[in-house]
């Protein structure tokens, strides 16, 4: 059983295109997040969603917009894709609260290759 | 605000040898510390995490990392390397949120190759 799975695996595109990404995890978790893996590899949060109530929003282009539609799911919609978005995007997932630790600690998807052309 | 520094970008072992990957971290309370690893094309995993109490913890793989309060390390090491470790670890820092869930920081990451 996948914990937190992504689709699609691989998304490549055009500029100006509109795209979403999808996110679900089955470990009963209540907060999600999406992150963003530049060329260099650099990890660095997006958004997060605590029950489908948003925590964390990073500097991002409002062309980014995440969907939950509960708290199991959580979706990135990409407006008028940029050839500078062309990346890897993570999904991850944690407790809301819990003891020391648990709370802290997120399980990662295996990622969205995109490529915007 | 937290960060977190891997001061080497590349590591090139030996199959068998011994390896040491170093983190520093920046973080005003007690920090909650992880390592990832992500092989080729693949996700994250969690190899390890610190929370609290021994600061020598195990993790998969063989892994251990051992937190260092003076001097803000928690350095990832493993005594005899594999050629299946070939990949990218990254360290990372981590806040609990009042909201709910937390906030990691990640290192820029090391890519650690294995030579046969």
């Known amino acids: 059983d996948t914990a937190v799975s992504q689709t699609p695996k691989y998304l490549v595109t055009q500029m100006g295109n509109d795209k979403s990404i999808k996110c679900e995890q089955n470990?009963?978790?209540?907060?999600m997040y999406w992150y963003k893996q530049d060329s260099k590899k650099f990890l660095k949060i997006m958004f997060s969603?605590?029950?489908?109530?948003?925590?964390i929003n990073e500097t991002v282009p409002n062309r980014f917009s995440p969907k939950s539609p509960d708290k199991a799911h959580l979706n990135l919609h990409i407006n008028s894709l940029e050839l500078g978005d062309s990346a890897v995007y993570f999904c991850?997932?944690?407790?809301?609260?819990?003891?020391?630790?648990?709370?802290?600690?997120?399980?990662f998807g295996p990622g969205t290759r995109l490529l915007v052309l | 605000a937290q960060s977190v520094t891997q001061p080497d970008i590349h590591i090139t072992v030996s199959e068998g040898a011994s390896l040491e990957l170093r983190c520093n971290y920046s973080?005003?309370?007690?920090?909650?510390l992880f390592w990832y690893v992500q092989s080729p094309g693949q996700g994250l995993q969690l190899l390890l995490k610190?929370?609290?109490?021994?600061?020598l913890v195990q993790g998969i793989k063989g892994f251990e990392a051992e937190f260092k309060r003076s001097q803000s390390s928690f350095n990832l090491r493993k005594p005899s390397v594999h050629w299946s470790d070939a990949a990218e670890y990254f360290c990372?820092?981590?806040?609990?949120?009042?909201?709910?869930?937390?906030?990691?920081?990640f290192g820029t990451g090391t890519q650690l190759k294995v030579e046969l």
């Open positions: 470990l009963g978790h209540d907060t």
């Open positions: 990372a820092v981590g806040a609990r949120l009042t909201g709910g869930g937390n906030k990691l920081t």
């Open positions: 973080y005003g309370a007690t920090p909650y």
């Open positions: 991850a997932s944690s407790q809301a609260f819990g003891v020391a630790g648990f709370q802290e600690t997120q399980y």
């Open positions: 610190y929370f609290s109490g021994d600061t």
């Open positions: 969603y605590n029950n489908k109530e948003l925590i």
